[in-house]
């Protein structure tokens, strides 16, 4: 047997082994089972029961990049639940919020506690509801029964700080609880203390100092030597340096340096009102790469100079070479920085 017809005999056998291999599966399914109509008759299971002595209240995962956060589930549900938050506009950190499910439902509070304690109170009487029992120094409180002859228990516990409180709402008897009841009950209870907490917030606005009113000085346009002209503004140059500062970039002033130890603001001005002689500054000019906008557009450049002067300020303009100027665009300059300066 030569080498040739080896090779071509060891080749049908190999053919052969694979074949019948194949062949020990009837079909595709034996070696991948196809499970479509099991997947598809398959149900969900029922969601997990969390206990009684465990409310989602508790639950607060920390997420990666959240540290600083403190979200607990039953503030993701308060948009749904808090009648507070659209009704009120409050945010989420000072806020009366309803919280916790079940048992755990309860109201939180900002603010004095003894304030919250008093303000229950007043709920009630706008209820017509009397208090039958009251301790105030574990934050209980007892109503007499309603008209439905269902009385209600208070317990006001201390919050997470010392000017927060959780107010928990049940009956004085437990066998006879009604969840609903309870629940509309806080709702009233979180609405009523939401207002008044908004009062509050009012009222400490409107006693906040007013703003100062915006700085004003006398400004004057000086013609000084050889056609120049610069402002004495009566503040100090502290004062200055900062409302020119402001004038430049309420103006949209491109501001390329600063110095205040040299009182200066180095800036690019084009000046809409001044004409252009050449449109194009020649072949060779552009080919100047090396040079900066500055070189190659000195007109356009300008330092606003401050100098103290006793109680005053002066306020000149420089041309890109630090020399004073009389071009008219200097003088709008002056003018401009003026209305902004002026009472």
């Known amino acids: 047997m030569n080498a040739k017809l080896f090779k ?15 062949g020990a599966f009837s079909t595709l399914d034996e070696v991948v089972p196809d499970n479509t109509q099991k997947y598809r008759k398959a149900e969900t299971m029922p969601p997990l029961d969390v206990p009684p002595d465990l409310s989602t209240v508790r639950i607060n995962d920390d997420i990666a990049g959240t540290d600083d956060s403190t979200a607990t589930y039953s503030e993701f549900e308060e948009a749904a639940s808090n009648p507070l938050a659209a009704k009120y506009n409050l945010t989420p950190e000072k806020k009366p919020s309803l919280a916790g499910e079940g048992r755990s439902r309860h109201l939180v509070v900002p603010g004095d506690r003894e304030v919250t304690w008093q303000r ?141 130890s040299r009182g200066y ?27 900066d906008d500055a070189e190659k557009n000195p007109q356009e450049y300008y330092y606003i100079k401050m100098n103290s002067e006793a109680t005053d300020t002066r306020v000149m303009v420089l041309d890109a070479e630090e020399n004073r100027t009389s071009s008219d665009t200097a003088k709008r300059l002056l003018n401009l920085i003026q209305e902004q300066l002026a009472p």
Do not use: H
């Open 8 to 22: 071509q005999t060891s080749l049908v056998v190999m053919m052969s082994a694979v074949l019948s291999g194949c």
């Open 120 to 260: 229950i109170q007043e709920f009630w009487a706008n209820k017509g509801l009397e208090i039958d029992r009251i301790d105030g120094r574990i934050g209980l409180m007892d109503t007499v029964t309603d008209a439905d002859g269902y009385a209600y228990r208070v317990r006001m516990e201390r919050g997470d700080t010392s000017k927060m409180a959780e107010i928990y709402l049940n009956a004085t008897d437990e066998t006879q609880a009604n969840s609903q009841k309870n629940e509309a009950t806080l709702r009233e209870m979180a609405d009523y203390l939401g207002s008044l907490y908004q009062e509050d917030v009012a009222k400490v606005e409107a006693q906040k100092p007013a703003p100062a009113p915006e700085e004003t000085a006398q400004v004057f346009l000086m013609d000084d030597e050889n056609g120049q002209q610069s402002l004495v503004v009566e503040q100090d140059f502290q004062t200055v340096w900062r409302r020119v500062g402001r004038v430049l970039d309420s103006k949209g002033f491109a501001v390329e340096d600063r110095d205040r």
């Open 265 to 291: 603001y180095f800036v690019r001005y084009i000046d809409p009102f001044k004409e252009i002689e050449e449109d194009d500054e020649g072949f060779f000019s552009s080919l100047a790469f090396w040079r």
